[in-house]
């Protein structure tokens, strides 16, 4: 090793033993590390990978596990708008359609207490929960909306990038209940109108989080759009796992408040 | 019917309340949290799918009768990850469970905490389940 090296290397380690002591950071291979992580090739945020599903900031959600909004972000309600609190009927098929394995909606589905997995191209970015399997495939290059298609459980959703938030907007929902909160109270079936829109904001918050905004746009309930904060934790132990299977059909025995496990 | 020594007891599974946990049906349609119930006997069959896990037991009451009693648990995937797999109930274990019984009357019961006569003890309630305390 020539003399010139040497004396480089001796003037560098200095100056970082130097800035150690005088407890300076030095950010420069973290931020390298950093920068490199969740980025695409052409430099865009890069939400592939496995997720704790979106829980609030606060931590509070309903009786069980599943994230359900919080109350107090709601606007106020229209009045003479539809009714955000479905009555039961009696029918069980009406007043307890997922035990009949109907789908769990969006986005009340997406907020459900199962790992998420995104996986991202150039072109799309594709959104699934385990639960149901719900698969959510969003175009990101910034195309409208499609016409003509009749209303889904789970709208037609476009994306598009602003800045490292990825936005993601989605429309053309059927009449379907919003979350899982009348697991918490059974007489407050929240239900969406058929002008649902809703608006999706991730966005990396560090190398381990990402943001994810959700605002909740009714006009048949609500007078204006509102939102609520949810966070994404990262987790990298269950790639190795992957998504299992979930088929509600395998064996469901408990229909419209009957179990049929044994007589 | 063996007695389950407290001494003895240690959690095998999680707390419930750490867990990720969601039925996609609701517990308060189908089960009664004012019937608790708490039954030993031995399992007679398991049946591991989607959407609940359920399994079986031979229960003989106090008159010699042996009824079978179904639990209701978790799905598949969530119990996985929680450490319970197939193997954690098989036929022919004998087993106390704790869970609530199904609104409709029949023997049937969310099965929500099993107990093993070491004492071991898994988790194996769904989401929204209620779980009996623990006496």
Redesign the interface.
């Known amino acids: 090793m020539n003399k010139s090296v040497v004396s480089r290397r001796l003037v560098l380690s200095s100056v970082l033993a130097a800035a150690s002591l005088a407890g300076f950071a030095l950010p420069v291979t973290l931020s390298a590390q950093s920068k490199a992580l969740h980025k695409t090739p052409d430099g865009k945020p890069d939400f592939t990978g496995f997720f704790h599903w979106p829980e609030a900031k606060n931590g509070m959600h309903g009786k069980g596990s599943a994230t359900v909004f919080d109350r107090k972000y709601f606007a106020p309600f229209k009045p003479g708008g539809e009714a955000f609190l479905e009555p039961r009927t009696g029918d069980p098929r009406h007043d307890e359609p997922r035990d009949f394995c109907m789908p769990a909606g969006f986005p009340g589905g997406f907020l459900s207490a199962y790992p998420v997995q995104m996986f991202q191209t150039k072109d799309y970015v594709v959104m699934m929960n385990e639960f149901q399997r719900i698969t959510r495939v969003v175009p990101l290059d910034g195309r409208p909306h499609r016409t003509g298609l009749e209303p889904t459980y789970y709208g037609d959703p476009v994306g598009h990038w602003e800045g490292n938030t990825l936005v993601v907007d989605t429309t053309g929902f059927k009449r379907w209940n919003l979350d899982d909160y009348f697991y918490t109270d059974p007489k407050e079936f929240r239900m969406h109108s058929d002008a649902f829109h809703t608006v999706e904001r991730l966005t990396w918050r560090d190398d381990n989080t990402v943001d994810y905004q959700i605002t909740i746009d009714d006009p048949k309930i609500f007078t204006r759009p509102w939102s609520q904060d949810f966070e994404m934790t990262l987790r990298p132990d269950w790639e190795k796992q992957g998504l299992l299977e979930y088929e509600c059909e395998e064996n469901n025995r408990c229909t419209g408040g009957h179990c049929e496990g044994n007589k | 019917m063996k007695k389950l020594h407290s001494l003895g007891l240690f959690c095998a599974g999680l707390m419930i309340g750490s867990?990720?946990?969601?039925?996609?049906?609701?517990?308060?349609?189908?089960f009664d949290d004012q019937q608790p119930v708490k039954l030993t006997g031995t399992v007679t069959k398991v049946?591991w799918?989607?959407?609940?896990i359920?399994f079986?037991v031979d229960v003989k009451g106090d008159d010699g009768k042996v009824t079978?009693?179904?639990?209701?648990g978790g799905?598949?995937?969530?119990l996985?990850?929680r450490g319970i797999t197939k193997a954690s109930i098989q036929v022919g274990m004998q087993v106390n469970v704790e869970g609530f019984r199904?609104?409709?009357g029949?023997?049937?019961a969310n099965g929500a905490r099993v107990t093993f006569p070491d004492g071991r003890q898994v988790f194996t309630a769904g989401?929204?389940d209620r779980v009996p305390e623990k006496k």
Not at chain 2, 49 to 52: E, G, I, T, V
């Open positions: 867990l990720p946990l969601l039925a996609h049906h609701s517990f308060t349609a189908e049946e799918q989607n959407p609940h359920w079986y079978n009693w179904g639990f209701s799905a598949p995937g969530q996985f990850r199904s609104k409709d029949s023997h049937n989401s929204e």
